[in-house]
Nanobody, 122 residues
Framework: VQLQASGGGVVQAGGSLRLSCAASGRSFSDYAMAWFRQAPGKERTFVAAITRGGLGTRYADSVKSRFTISRDNGESTLYLQMNSLKPEDTAVYYC????????????????WGQGTQVTVSS
């Protein structure tokens, strides 16, 4: 599966953004999906994940209640709605896919998109 993330940009603290990840290739519904992020000078960290059917989700504590992961299997697209953004949310955001796991570690995912930059100004 090929993944293309989009929707990043510059937003003020307290604002919102919605990221999208368009998938092509194998059937999108065969894959659990996730978002990770990498801030400058830091390691890539888990943000959120969603099961293949979309009924199960999990979040990093730092984004719980502010971010919502969702998917549209008919449109082969993954989303991340980000509300109440904080400067510490500034990072490159990556979408990832895996056929067998629904994990919170980068090593759980075999396929990655190219990343989209999110910058939150204070």
């Amino acid at each position: 599966v090929q993944l293309q993330a989009s929707g990043g940009g510059v937003v003020q603290a307290g604002g919102s953004l919605r990221l999208s990840c368009a998938a092509s290739g194998r059937s999108f519904s065969d894959y659990a999906m996730a978002w990770f992020r990498q801030a400058p000078g830091k390691e890539r960290t888990f943000v959120a994940a969603i099961t293949r059917g979309g009924l199960g989700t999990r979040y990093a504590d730092s984004v719980k209640s502010r971010f919502t992961i969702s998917r549209d299997n008919g449109e082969s697209t993954l989303y991340l709605q980000m509300n109440s953004l904080k400067p510490e949310d500034t990072a490159v955001y990556y979408c990832a896919a895996d056929r067998t796991r629904y994990g919170a570690y980068g090593t759980d995912y075999d396929f990655w998109g190219q990343g989209t930059q999110v910058t939150v100004s204070s």
